[in-house]
């Protein structure tokens, strides 16, 4: 299993210079620079250049492109034009944040599409599945930020039980912070719950009309241990890949929805970097985001390796 | 202050002055705060990049950083220059040597008194890395004789400097010397105003408290502008950053926040209604266009004036605004020194059948003229929508080209980009008088990409007396002609005066709707 995770690790190396070259050079052939969008439309040309001059950004290309790397090699990810904060900083800082708001999320998630999917899946073609069924259509069908906007509508506005916005740090207030979050999280959830039980249900269904879940019926075992140990183990295959992918969606989607209800996390210090051309930030955000996303697609594989012995028996050969 | 007073202050830099002078006597009657206490929360509409001030024409982060930071000399209510933080300043008679001086007994907020120390470390590092800091092209030196006197020596007589120097798109925000002494966002947030910085998360807030040790200026009796005689009347103001407009306006009706600024026209109605929000409208900015001097067929003279002649500006401004605009082709408002109604029959023609004229005059042979605009703010792209339609009824051959705004803008500023006429809205332009208003029609800074960036050369010796001729009147006159001209050779298209509304709970007063978010003089009523 360690010569498995190390392998993988390997493999995640040239990828991430691929992502960092990638990072570097798509940034320059988009148009706009950061100088004119801080000076704005009425900045004379001389303001533009004396912007230009603060921020560096009269440099060549070779020499930019090579501090780039001998700062990427020292773990700096140079810093931001707008903020005057080293990247590596304004990410750390901001980790935390989205971090938790996409745990909690991914949790409803979990809880919602693995219940909702079952029971769907045990009803199969009855009243509870058709209810989960719409339900998950309507969660698919909702754009995250339509359904962001309704929720202040509904529960800030006339229900008066969540602020509209805003954040307050789990370590300052527990119930202040999940007053902030639980909105954002609802509304990133709802769009993967429903996928989730879409995929629940089907591959459940599959492993339901299994011949060993027959004989397991047949040897007289409750149903509880047919569906909770039995059948519920393989599903747990394709419902890990999933919660990979489920996971990357939900830190890009919290661009949107942190933007909505103002909370400092990741992604809207992305969305602005991308919006305001802070070249550094993009560059160091998205090497970052990159990384992360590998760092769990590895812990999902390994995660299979846990789970699924024929894989470990396929890598012992 | 009224027009009259704003021309006897503008008349030269001299009566200025004594103007100065003499308005520090009048002292009386001063606004005192009616209720003391309670956090003031503004929600504002853009993100605030940063606080360092002399480093940043963002309207963001000048909305926060003028309650903590003061400049020497700055604008009132109506963009007159009014002194700050120098009560007073003296001319020279060959109009080289401006003496300023400061207010006394003003302490930073670290406790440190301000001598002309500051102000010259202040100067120093604006020089050096100040957003705006070709205004000090024609000062030589400044010399400092004693801790409240402060001299600017200038190289050759500036009939503008005051205008120039109090210009606040990037003011020359004072601070502490050994601050000054650091790099572009570097420095700590330590002003002289009447609020002192606590914290900036990114993003998210400002939070900012009252300085119990403020002086205030004594030359007017309440605040006016960025200028005039401020008083904290909050414990502390937080600024949130709330970018989304639903959210913002949710944040407002609910009571989350006092102040929501950049109320959207489609909200106005319902906001209007509820109980407990009122609301409060100002003159934003002008709407208006660029032709590009170096692409075909806009090249052509008689082309352009067939764009000009094609418009109905009242529709465009309509559209760009969902109804909340005025009209107006003029580039300074009706209220400004140096407004003047010279060329504006080529505002809003509405003519087609004189711009088919014109086209079959400049041998227009169906060449694309191509609309730049963004989806990313309504003025720009509803006014292109329109244009567009209008510019068809008229036999032009019309292609939008909707870019995100960065994007867009870069490509505006390139003489051989793609495209034809550029959308947008000026605000600090108009507001700050004659001479910045015709800037961008002139040499070096010419907005519609002439070929070389070589402007008119009539435009540009008309430009040259708008800024350098001695009195107002002769200025006011030059304006007047370079209006006229830029009207009636298409160096621009003006629509309309676009409105900006901000809504607030009732429980504040004092509110004065301005460009700037002021929380001075504000008090919340329990």
Redesign the interface.
């Known amino acids: 299993m360690i010569g498995y995770t190390v392998s993988r690790l390997l493999q995640a190396i040239p990828i991430l210079f691929l992502v960092s070259l990638f990072a570097f050079g798509m940034i320059y052939l988009i148009p706009g620079d950061a100088a004119t969008v801080i000076g704005g439309p009425e900045a004379s040309a001389a303001d533009l250049e004396e912007i230009r001059q603060n921020m560096g950004l009269n440099e060549p290309f070779y020499l930019q492109i090579t501090s780039f790397y001998t700062n990427l090699f020292q773990g700096d990810l140079g810093k931001s034009l707008m903020l005057g904060t080293p990247v590596l900083d304004a990410i750390i800082d901001r980790t935390p944040i989205t971090l938790g708001i996409s745990i909690y999320s991914l949790s409803i998630t979990i809880i919602f599409g693995l219940v909702t999917g079952i029971i769907a899946a045990l009803n199969h073609n009855k009243l509870l599945d058709q209810i989960a069924t719409l339900f998950a259509l309507i969660g698919i069908s909702l754009p995250n930020f339509w359904l962001a906007l309704i929720l202040i509508v509904l529960f800030s506005v006339h229900l008066g039980w969540f602020p509209t916005g805003g954040y307050v740090a789990f370590s300052e207030s527990p119930i202040g912070w999940l007053k902030t979050t639980t909105m954002p999280a609802v509304a990133l959830a709802l769009l993967q719950a429903g996928l989730l039980t879409r995929i629940t249900r089907s591959t459940m269904l599959e492993v339901l009309s299994q011949d060993y879940i027959r004989t397991a019926r047949a040897k007289g075992l409750s149903e509880w241990v047919v569906v909770g140990q039995h059948a519920l183990a393989n599903v747990m295959m394709p419902v890990v890949t999933v919660l990979g992918l489920i996971l990357s969606v939900l830190l890009s989607g919290s661009i949107v929805i942190e933007v909505i209800y103002n909370i400092p996390g990741l992604g809207s210090l992305m969305g602005n970097a991308i919006l305001s051309r802070d070249f550094p930030l993009v560059q160091g955000g998205l090497i970052s985001i990159a990384a992360s996303l590998l760092f769990l697609n590895i812990v999902v594989d390994v995660l299979y390796f846990w789970l699924d012995p024929r894989i470990r028996i396929k890598s012992r050969d | 202050m009224k027009q009259p007073n704003a021309r006897l202050i503008l008349r030269s830099s001299i009566a200025a002055g004594l103007i100065f002078a003499a308005g520090s006597a009048s002292a009386e009657g001063q606004f005192e705060c009616p209720v003391v206490g309670g956090e003031l929360i503004v929600a504002v509409e853009s ?1 605030i ?2 606080l ?1 001030q002399q ?4 309207g963001a982060t000048r909305n926060v950083a003028m309650n903590i930071f003061e400049a020497l000399i700055t604008r009132d209510a109506d963009m007159n220059p009014v002194p700050d933080l120098a009560t007073s300043f003296d001319v020279s008679d060959d109009g080289l040597r401006y003496t300023f001086h400061l207010r006394e007994g003003v302490t930073f907020h670290n406790g440190k008194p301000m001598t002309s120390a500051d102000v010259a470390a202040s100067f120093d590092r604006y020089r050096e ?6 205004n000090l092209d024609a000062v030589e030196k400044w010399e400092m004789p004693d801790d409240n006197t402060f001299v600017l020596v200038l190289k050759h007589p500036q009939a503008t400097f005051i205008e120039n120097l109090s210009t606040y ?2 003011p020359i925000v004072i601070m502490p010397s050994e601050e000054a002494a650091k790099g ?3 420095i700590d947030i330590i002003g002289t105003g009447p609020f002192k910085y606590v914290e900036f ?5 400002v939070l900012l408290e009252r300085f119990d040790d403020y002086v205030p200026t004594a030359v007017m009796e309440t605040n006016s502008g960025f200028g005039g005689y401020k008083q904290a009347c909050v414990d502390s103001v937080r600024f ?5 407009t ?2 913002r306006m ?2 407002l ?2 009571g ?1 926040v006092h102040i929501a600024t950049a109320v959207p026209a489609i909200s106005k109605k319902r906001l209007a209604a509820l109980d407990g929000v009122e609301l409060a409208s100002r003159l934003q900015g002008l709407s208006m266009g660029y032709p590009n001097f170096s692409n075909a067929p806009t090249d052509n003279l008689k082309v352009r004036q067939a764009m000009a002649a094609a418009i109905n500006a009242e529709e465009i401004a309509d559209a760009a605004s969902d109804g909340e605009f005025q009209l107006q082709g003029a580039f300074q408002y009706p209220s400004q020194a140096y407004y003047s109604e010279a060329g504006l029959d080529m505002y809003n023609q509405n003519n087609p059948e004189k711009a088919r004229a014109l086209l079959k005059e400049a041998g227009y042979n169906n060449e694309p003229v191509i609309l730049l605009a963004t989806q990313q703010f309504q003025w720009s792209y509803n006014a292109a929508l329109v244009m567009s339609e209008q510019l068809k009824a008229a036999g032009f051959n019309v292609e939008l080209s909707v870019l ?10 390139d003489a051989d980009g793609a495209w034809n006429f550029f959308f ?6 108009v507001q700050q008088g004659g001479p910045i208003a015709l ?2 029609f002139a040499d ?2 010419n907005v519609f990409t002439p070929p070389n ?1 070589k402007g008119p050369a009539e435009m540009n010796e008309i430009f040259d007396r708008v800024e350098n001729s001695a009195t107002l009147e002769e200025r006011v006159a030059a304006f007047g002609e370079g209006q006229k001209y830029a009207l009636e050779n298409v160096l621009g298209i003006p629509f309309g005066v676009l409105k900006s509304t901000e809504g607030l709970r009732s429980e504040v007063k004092g509110f004065k709707s301005f460009t700037n978010v002021q929380v001075s003089n504000i008090w919340i009523e329990q």
Do not use: F, Q
Not at chain 2, 55 to 58: I, L, N, V, Y
Not at chain 2, 240 to 244: F, P
Not at chain 2, 424 to 429: C, D, E, G, I, N
């Open positions: 993100g990049p940063t360092d480093t940043t024409s963002a890395i100040g957003g705006n800091r070709s798109t990037v572009v966002g570097e998360v990114p993003d998210s807030h949130r950053m709330i970018t989304e639903g959210a949710a944040a009706e609910t989350e995100d705004w960065p994007t867009a803008l870069a490509t505006s500023r947008t809205v000026w605000t600090s332009t800037r961008g070096p800074n960036n």
